[in-house]
């Protein structure tokens, strides 16, 4: 997924790049005398996201897939795989055209659990254009539809047919077997970049 860009359905995207930062660390302490070292983080490589060309081939790529309401939400948010994963109906408001980030979904020995939001940045609003409205609307009838029932708050928004959360693992394998079907990028895309589309 794009990395703290949103990405609005114009298709516009700007590639993020990751800086070196350094960090002063107390070393050594006596009455009177502090000791400091700077510490330099090793270089991080430019994160490489798609272009315009490429998001729309891949979004056309993946039109008729199951998931393609959650590649499109991702998308046109940035929320990462794990935050696109672990949402749920209830942090979505159709009616404000918004949702909330509250959770991750995550994979600790291929076990899933929700990881709260630890900070303030993976805890907040984002907000929806009226092309993600409608795809999330339509995605919640099929929804109904597949499971036989009322969708609730509680359920995820990106789920299996049967209503059980999908693995982040199989998730990035479906977006990596979309992705090599396209005939103009150079580079695999995820971290799920599903955070160059993010993976986490």
């Given at each position: 997924m794009l990395n703290q860009t949103k990405l609005r359905t114009t298709y516009s995207c700007t590639p993020v790049l990751l800086v070196n930062v350094e960090v002063e660390t107390v070393v050594h302490e006596v009455p009177g005398c502090r000791a400091w070292a700077k510490k330099r983080r090793r270089p991080q490589s430019p994160l490489r996201t798609w272009n315009a060309q490429q998001l729309q081939e891949f979004l056309a790529t993946a039109q008729s897939h199951r998931l393609f309401p959650a590649f499109w939400l991702a998308a046109n948010t940035g929320i990462r795989r794990s935050e696109l994963l672990g949402l749920r109906w209830g942090d979505v408001d159709l009616e404000s055209s918004r949702l909330g980030?509250?959770?991750?979904?995550?994979?600790?020995?291929?076990?899933?659990?929700?990881?709260?939001?630890?900070?303030?940045?993976?805890?907040?609003?984002?907000?929806?254009?009226?092309r993600t409205v409608e795809v999330l609307r339509a995605w919640r009838d099929e929804r109904r539809l597949e499971a036989g029932r009322p969708i609730g708050g509680e359920d995820c928004v990106v789920a299996h047919p049967d209503g059980e959360p999908i693995h982040p693992d199989s998730f990035s394998?479906?977006?990596?077997?979309?992705?090599?079907?396209l005939s103009s990028t150079g580079f695999n895309p995820v971290e799920g970049s599903v955070e160059g589309l993010s993976a986490r």
């Open positions: 980030v509250h959770r991750a979904l995550v994979s600790v020995a291929y076990e899933l659990h929700d990881s709260p939001g630890k900070t303030r940045s993976s805890r907040r609003s984002v907000d929806l254009d009226s394998e479906t977006f990596n077997r979309l992705a090599s079907l």
